[in-house]
């Protein structure tokens, strides 16, 4: 009997034995086991911290190994989980940022290797704030409050007396002044270099940074819009608060749903004393234009070329710009020395190129600075062209270039009209329509295929003014002149602080509007929108008519602002787009994108009470993501949106006609999916601010990964960006996949 229990016990050892065997090698071939399956040209793995496996952080895969820098960045699953794919051979340093943790360590890989990263919990919430993104820091900006207003000047309350309310205060310390070059609350703004620590205040150091380097002039300028006293006690307040421990109210979440299928890459593409301002992939009539090719940009101010990217070969070049006269002007020296760059003058550009634009051929136009700003005599009064006779145009500052690929050809245009954001019209002439940037008081046009076939400028050009039919009958009559008072930067751009409307009005004749469009937008009517900066600020409709010099007649929206009649209220309009629909799109200062359908106006949209905001009914405003500042109790949100495009063809892959409005203070892109936001945000370098963006299709059978959208770094700062001195301007596609794991 005892040998019988020796036996049992023995035997219910060993299968004990064997199970625990089982559960072992069972473990180790889980941990052995591949979590991600990858190709020879990816990298995959997990991110954990101490608190287990982490989702919604990114993994940021860099290489110099390629003929120019290459990034690629992608958001981990709800299990930790990431894959990089499609990775040009090459060694990169990899890994992962999140919100709320430190940065893992950067492990040295090649592609087809796993790889698992650990990063730490960031140890307090100081250190866990640095990874958020400007505006959080930025909304810890203190705005007077809705009291203070209109401003009492420099012996009151120190707001200029031309700002009447909080929201004109907003719009200019955002996209219409202070961040419309650059971003404000990264960690170089955010702080008091040492270079202006002996100066005697907070607010005289934020006197003295501003007039630091090439865009000192304007800087101060803007500074002066708002009443410079208030303006830098405010900014004052603002980095000593910061620099004594003060932090944002709000941490921002991490990727969430979709935004965890981005797939973003970025390449340098210029000089690291240049800016970017535009890109351009293809034809935005036809995204399959210019399929797999060159990549173009516009330097505008910084430089005398376009740079370019081969992103299939990883390769950059430039095309020079040329100009045509010696008189043509150049850039300012520095007002005062800057700490990054001293008193060297890092700008030397004379055609200031601002906006590229494809034709259905493949060619590339783009305006530019070719003369100084004095018009020729066929613009003039006494001209015989037919727009010169009906509004003579004196001077213009920046023209027309188109450059041929093929030829490798710049042709010079000269155009009357000022130029800052074209578009080609879906129309037999393949009408090249521009904007001025907000001043001149008109807007232009270019027949290209006239131009192609005679190759007369004075013949292939055409502008009007802006004129309303407030007498209400139809039709374009003898109007009431208005006095063209934009006040405008030197390339023509307003600066967002005239009035629309300064004509008395006479019931028996139409109006013309003291304005001109910054936006511009094509509807597949036919129909030509802009918008119009300042406060509030409007969106244009233009109807050329069979003659448009003479027929072209102009409704006025502005954005309902203290309009009783509408549910959100909002302001300064700066970029816009069209959709498919006809339906206008627009990037608010209020920190709202908007949608405009004139389909929903219900009252006379022309006559004596049509002048701005007779069609509230017409808008829709979205409040986008993000905290606002912390003491404006108004929708909207402390982000800036410098401009929005509307993905008419599905190019990124969120579907036909997806608004696209630029976060140029939260590093992203924020598409506009039924009613709710997806933000596309840039984890690395910090600072990311796009300006422009569009779609291409290189291969419309290889699903997500032969189409995307294309955007440059925008800002006139990259050496403001988390990598400091010596950063350069970058293209970035941004893609969307099926899943995070998607290769």
């Not at 609350?185 to 205040?201: C, H, K, L, Q, W």
């Not at 209020?590 to 701005?612: E, I, Q, Y």
């Not at 509230?616 to 912390?630: Q, R």
Request: with cysteine; net charge neutral; charged share 20%.
């Amino acid at each position: 009997m005892w040998t019988i229990r020796f036996l049992n016990l023995a035997g219910m050892a060993l299968t004990g034995i064997a199970a625990c065997f089982f559960a072992l090698r069972t473990h180790l071939y889980a941990q052995q086991r591949p979590p991600v399956t990858i190709d020879a040209d990816d990298i995959g793995g997990v991110v954990s911290s101490s608190k287990g496996p982490e989702a919604g952080v990114w993994v940021i895969a860099e290489t110099t190994d390629l003929p120019t820098r290459y990034i690629k960045e992608v958001v981990t699953d709800d299990r930790g989980r990431y894959l990089i794919p499609d990775l040009p051979r090459a060694t990169y340093s990899v890994w992962a940022r999140g919100y709320g943790l430190l940065d893992s360590p950067k492990a040295r890989t090649e592609p087809g290797k796993l790889v698992d990263l650990k990063p730490s919990v960031a140890p307090d919430a100081k250190t866990a704030a640095q990874l958020y993104p400007a505006s959080y820091w930025f909304a810890m900006l203190k705005v007077p409050e809705k009291s203070e207003f209109p401003g009492t000047g420099p012996s009151g309350n120190g707001i200029s007396p031309n700002i009447k309310t909080q929201g004109q205060w907003i719009h200019l310390i955002k996209t219409d002044s202070c961040e419309s070059c650059h971003q404000l609350g990264n960690e170089y703004t955010r702080a008091i270099p040492s270079m202006f620590s002996s100066v005697d205040s907070p607010a005289q150091a934020w006197m003295r940074r501003v007039q630091s380097g090439q865009a000192g002039n304007a800087m101060v300028g803007g500074l002066n819009q708002l009443g410079h006293e208030r303006a830098t006690a405010e900014f004052g307040d603002w980095t000593s608060r910061i620099m004594h421990g003060e932090l944002p109210a709000q941490a921002p979440p991490r990727p969430q749903g979709i935004e965890r299928n981005v797939v973003i890459t970025q390449w340098d593409w210029a000089d690291p004393k240049a800016y970017l301002h535009d890109e351009i992939s293809s034809d935005k009539r036809n995204p399959n234009v210019n399929a797999n090719g060159l990549i173009y940009g516009s330097a505008e101010e910084s430089r005398d070329y376009l740079p370019v990217l081969d992103p299939v070969h990883n390769t950059t070049a430039q095309v020079k710009v040329p100009f045509r006269d010696p008189g043509t002007p150049g850039q300012p020296k520095p007002l005062a020395p800057s700490p990054i760059w001293g008193d060297e003058s890092i700008w030397d550009s004379h055609t200031t190129v601002h906006n590229p634009m494809f034709d259905q051929r493949g060619r590339l136009w783009f305006t530019s600075r070719i003369r100084a700003a004095d018009n020729p005599a066929f613009c003039k009064a006494g001209s015989r062209l037919p727009s010169a006779m009906l509004t003579p145009v004196d001077r213009s500052g920046r023209q027309l270039a188109v450059y041929d690929p093929a030829t490798k050809q710049t042709s010079l245009i000269d155009t009357c009209f000022g130029t800052h954001h074209l578009l080609f019209a879906e129309d037999a002439a393949n009408t090249l329509w521009t904007s001025s940037g907000g001043g001149g008081g008109v807007v232009g046009w270019f027949n290209t295929k006239m131009w192609d076939q005679t190759q007369d400028v004075q013949k292939s050009q055409g502008w009007t003014a802006l004129v309303l039919d407030t007498n209400g009958n139809g039709k374009r009559d003898a109007y009431v002149e208005a006095e063209q008072r934009v006040v405008t930067a030197p390339s023509g751009e307003s600066l967002g602080t005239s009035s629309a409307f300064n004509a008395t009005a006479d019931p028996t004749k139409d109006t013309r509007i003291n304005a001109a469009f910054y936006g511009l937008a094509i509807g597949t009517d036919g129909m030509i929108w802009g918008s119009v900066l300042g406060f509030p600020g409007g969106i244009v409709r233009l109807n050329p008519g069979p003659n448009p010099p003479q027929t072209a007649l102009a409704e006025y929206y502005e954005v309902p602002c203290n309009n009783p009649k509408a549910k959100v209220w909002g302001y300064s309009p700066r970029g816009m787009d069209i959709d498919r629909n006809n339906v206008a799109w627009v990037a608010l200062g209020s920190g709202h994108l908007a949608s405009f359908d004139r389909s929903k106006c219900k009252g006379p949209l022309n006559g004596p009470t049509a002048t701005g905001q007779h069609c509230p009914e017409g808008w829709t405003l979205y409040a986008t993501p993000g905290p606002n500042f912390k003491n404006v109790k108004d929708s909207g949100s402390a982000d800036s949106h410098y401009y929005d495009w509307v993905d008419q063809f599905d190019t990124l892959g969120l579907g036909k006609n997806t608004p696209i409005v630029t976060g140029n203070g939260s590093d992203s892109l924020a598409a506009l999916v039924n009613g709710n936001f997806v933000v596309m945000r840039v984890p690395y370098p910090l600072g990311f601010f796009a300006k422009g963006m569009d779609g291409r299709i290189d291969d419309p059978k290889a699903g997500w990964k032969g189409k995307g959208v294309w955007t440059t770094w925008g800002t006139r700062t990259p050496f403001h960006s988390e990598t400091g001195k010596g950063t350069s301007s970058k293209v970035v596609h941004f893609q969307i996949r099926p899943d995070p794991l998607a290769n």
